[in-house]
Nanobody, 122 residues
């Protein structure tokens, strides 16, 4: 089982980035994929998630209207499109997979990727 997050980098305030989460080793369609982030000195927090099928999404209030999540089940990949980035979005972003449920609780997730750094400069 593997989740590989990528696409992070350095971007200016107001800019955009698209993160990818590539999955392998499990039945991708059966799993919702969540995005979480952890800023220095802070606890990891929920960002958003997308269901395994039907593409239902749920985003944290802090990113609603700026971020969007999509998935391509043919490529076993989920995307986090981040627009209008702010300095407070600076964090390591993680993707995670949970089977047959949609939850914002990180402790319910089964598999985790290694994280990708996003830095927003002002």
């Amino acid at each position: 089982v593997q989740l590989q997050a990528s696409g992070g980098g350095l971007v200016q305030v107001g800019g955009s980035l698209r993160l990818s989460c590539a999955a392998s080793g499990f039945s991708f369609d059966d799993y919702a994929i969540g995005w979480f982030r952890q800023a220095p000195g802070k606890e990891r927090e929920f960002v958003g998630l997308i269901s395994g099928i039907a593409d239902m999404t749920y985003l944290a209030d802090s990113v609603k209207g700026r971020f969007d999540i999509s998935r391509d089940n043919a490529k076993n990949t989920v995307y986090l499109q981040m627009n209008s980035l702010k300095p407070e979005d600076t964090a390591v972003y993680y993707c995670a997979a949970v089977r047959n449920k949609m939850t914002t609780n990180q402790y319910e997730y089964d598999y985790w990727g290694q994280g990708t750094q996003v830095t927003v400069s002002s």
